[in-house]
Structure formats: C-alpha cells, structure tokens
C-alpha cells in the first residue's frame, strides 16, 4: 500500500504539468473493420512483385548495423524525384516526427504558433508540450481558411511558425498557392506547409515558394498517395540553411533500412503511385455525386483523399456505420463541425458498402 501512495501521490509531480493535461492519442472506433475508412489511407497495398523486391534487397541487409544516421540514399532519390538540391531534404520516421522535430527547432515558453482551426490535432499538441502559445484563426462555417485574417493575425501577433495544412485535415478544404503565397510574404514567421495529400489536390505545390522565400517549409508523407502508411516515411523540404537548422533537433537513425529501400524502389516505379491516385480520383468523383444525392446529409467538396460529411447525429450514424462493419471517424468534436463524420475514399466496392450503410443510418 505504501508503494502505491508513493505512485500516486509523489511520482507523478515530476511529470511535465502540460502531458498530465493531455490524453494518448487514440483513433476512435478502432483500426480493424471489413471497410475500413477512418485514417485517411490509401485503400491500395503495394503489388506482390514490388513487396517482394523490397523485401529481396532488405534481406541483404546487415540487421545487426545501424542504418545511417540519415538516410542519405532515400533523401538523395528523393531530391532527385523532386528537381531539388538533396541538402534541401530531411526524411523522417513519417512525418509526425518531423512536426516533432519542427516544433523543437522553433518553439519554447514565450513562442508563439498560428495555427487555422480546425487543424491536424498534432500541431497544437506539439506546442503545448512545449509551453509555446498556440493562436487560433477559425476557418469558415463552410471549413475554408481565412487568409485575409490569417495575414492579419500574424501582423499583430508576430508568432515563431504558422502551420498551414492543405489540403487540410480534418476539414478537406486547400489553400490555392497565390493565397499561400501572400501569407509567406507578408510573414515574418517561418510558414510550415503540410502537404500530405498534394497528390490529390487540385491546388500547385508550395516548393516552388523555397526558391523564392527563405520562411518556407514543406511537408510530405508517403503514408496516403503512396500506400506506405504501415512503414512510416515522410520528408520535410526547406532552403539549405534552413533545413541544417531544422536536422539538429531531429532524432538520428529514425528511419529504418526497409522503409528506406521502400522509399527508392517505389520512387524508382512511380507508375504504381499514379495508378493508384488515378483510380481514387475517379472512386472520389463517383463517391461526391453519390453523397450529394442523399438529402437528408450535407458533403463537402473535397481536395483530398476523404470527404466531410455534416448529419443530424453524427455519434448515432458513426455506430450505425461500425455496426454494419464500415469504420468512418466522428470528427464532432472539432470546432465548426459538430455534425460532421470524415470518410476517406476507398475501393469502389468498399465505397459502395459505405453508401448503402449511409443511406440506411440517415433514413431513420
């Protein structure tokens, strides 16, 4: 009993007030279902034939070495596929790491983040953690961003980083590049663009931005498009001294030698990627004109992977959908969307089984 006061009582007061405050992340409803359509995944494996060649070459891999500290092959591959210096590029254990990394570089007590809201939860987490302010501006009541206040938010309240998701999770919704544009000119922050569903976007990509504003970061992930969720691979793309800056918080030998094979030999057969993208694009044009004809709900247009979805009670329809096997994700309760379930797009049988579990849960 002594033993248990002394846990209770007296361990936890040396943990940082801020975690105390916090819960472990979780995904709510799980991550097993037959359609599974609740972390924004690619509904596609990789085919046997490239597995096995990745598989070949990690098989000759001493397993008892360390990988490199970085992991200067995948970042060269990848600077290559991008038309990029290789001293622009940071790879990371998928990009959470690199928000992590990011936020270590930049922000402490008295720093500050401007962040739209709602946006990917993990941003906000990061700089709680580490005591930065964190300053909202709301998209919206249709979830687009605001950039004439996002422009004026930084002017007044001059923040350390402004994190710009787009296309945005969990809203869905882009930043066209003159609008991102505007807000790196008119910053003196450094402006963090996550771009993990570019591949889907109607929208350019900001690296063009780096060659011009030296208050540039992109963020990349091969855990949509590229179907590479299960191995944990993202970049981070920046100006030289920027990204030298950047690289010394980061954790070394995070990347392992399999997801670094993985991230070449997929580069080096882009034509699977752009197959797959292809065929979600049409599965999302087909799915759009689906939800739109149901009346009773509202959809977002998407620029993404997944769509927004407003019902009357979204915690009922979230449980109806589990109950007949379709795992979606209840998002109400972010700001501004507390009646929307987020539903990425899947396979066309997979999509198909969403919208007959759909329009059964919202006829009652």
Same mark, same amino acid.
């Given at each position: 009993?002594?033993?248990?006061?002394?846990?209770?009582?007296?361990?936890?007061?040396?943990?940082?007030?801020?975690?105390?405050?916090?819960?472990?992340?979780?995904?709510?409803?799980?991550?097993?279902?037959?359609?599974?359509?609740?972390?924004?995944?690619?509904?596609?494996?990789?085919?046997?034939?490239?597995?096995?060649?990745?598989?070949?070459?990690?098989?000759?891999?001493?397993?008892?070495?360390?990988?490199?500290?970085? *992991?200067?092959?995948?970042?060269?591959r990848y600077a290559r596929f991008l038309g990029v210096p290789k001293e622009r590029v940071i790879?990371?254990?998928?990009?959470?790491?690199?928000?992590?990394?990011?936020?270590?570089?930049?922000? @402490?007590?008295?720093?500050?983040?401007?962040?739209?809201?709602?946006?990917?939860?993990?941003?906000?987490?990061?700089?709680?953690?580490?005591?930065?302010?964190?300053?909202?501006?709301?998209?919206?009541?249709?979830?687009?961003?605001?950039?004439?206040?996002?422009?004026?938010?930084?002017?007044?309240?001059?923040?350390?980083?402004? =994190?710009?998701?787009?296309?945005?999770?969990?809203?869905?919704?882009?930043?066209?590049?003159?609008?991102?544009?505007?807000?790196?000119?008119?910053? @003196?922050?450094?402006?963090?663009?996550?771009?993990?569903?570019?591949?889907?976007?109607?929208?350019?990509?900001?690296?063009?931005?780096?060659? @011009?504003?030296?208050?540039?970061?992109?963020?990349?992930?091969?855990?949509?498009?590229?179907?590479?969720?299960?191995?944990?691979?993202?970049?981070?793309?920046?100006?030289?001294?920027?990204?030298?800056?950047?690289?010394?918080?980061?954790?070394?030998?995070?990347?392992?030698?399999?997801?670094?094979?993985?991230?070449?030999?997929?580069?080096?057969?882009?034509?699977?990627?752009?197959?797959?993208?292809?065929?979600?694009?049409?599965e999302r044009e087909r799915l759009y004109g689906e939800l739109q004809s149901i009346k009773t709900?509202?959809?977002?247009?998407?620029?993404?992977?997944?769509?927004?979805?407003?019902?009357?009670? *979204?915690?009922?329809?979230?449980?109806?959908?589990?109950?007949?096997? =379709?795992?979606?994700?209840?998002v109400s309760g972010y700001p501004l969307m507390e009646k929307c379930l987020r539903v990425n797009?899947?396979?066309?049988?997979?999509?198909?089984?969403?919208?007959?579990?759909?329009?059964?849960?919202?006829?009652?």
């Amino acid at each position: 009993m002594e033993n248990e006061k002394f846990v209770d009582q007296d361990f936890l007061e040396n943990i940082n007030p801020a975690v105390r405050e916090m819960s472990a992340y979780h995904v709510g409803g799980g991550q097993t279902a037959d359609v599974k359509l609740n972390q924004n995944e690619s509904p596609y494996d990789l085919p046997a034939w490239l597995k096995l060649e990745i598989l070949n070459e990690f098989y000759k891999e001493s397993w008892n070495r360390y990988p490199d500290v970085f *992991p200067s092959q995948a970042i060269e591959r990848y600077a290559r596929f991008l038309g990029v210096p290789k001293e622009r590029v940071i790879m990371g254990n998928g990009s959470n790491e690199l928000i992590y990394a990011i936020g270590l570089a930049t922000l @402490r007590r008295g720093a500050s983040a401007l962040i739209p809201s709602p946006s990917f939860s993990l941003y906000e987490k990061v700089a709680t953690l580490l005591e930065a302010d964190v300053i909202k501006v709301a998209m919206t009541a249709n979830l687009d961003f605001q950039v004439k206040e996002i422009i004026e938010e930084a002017e007044r309240s001059r923040p350390n980083l402004i =994190v710009l998701s787009t296309a945005n999770n969990p809203t869905s919704k882009s930043l066209a590049i003159e609008d991102i544009e505007d807000i790196v000119a008119s910053a @003196r922050a450094l402006v963090l663009v996550d771009e993990a569903y570019i591949e889907f976007s109607k929208q350019q990509s900001a690296l063009k931005l780096i060659e @011009r504003y030296s208050n540039v970061m992109v963020l990349r992930t091969f855990s949509k498009a590229f179907g590479l969720a299960g191995l944990r691979i993202g970049f981070l793309i920046a100006n030289a001294q920027l990204a030298s800056e950047l690289l010394k918080p980061k954790i070394p030998f995070a990347t392992n030698r399999l997801a670094e094979i993985a991230t070449i030999k997929l580069l080096d057969n882009y034509h699977v990627v752009q197959n797959v993208v292809s065929s979600i694009l049409q599965e999302r044009e087909r799915l759009y004109g689906e939800l739109q004809s149901i009346k009773t709900i509202k959809t977002h247009e998407s620029d993404s992977n997944f769509f927004i979805i407003a019902v009357d009670n *979204p915690t009922r329809v979230f449980a109806e959908l589990k109950a007949k096997g =379709v795992l979606a994700r209840d998002v109400s309760g972010y700001p501004l969307m507390e009646k929307c379930l987020r539903v990425n797009v899947g396979t066309r049988e997979e999509n198909d089984r969403f919208l007959s579990a759909l329009k059964e849960a919202v006829s009652r």
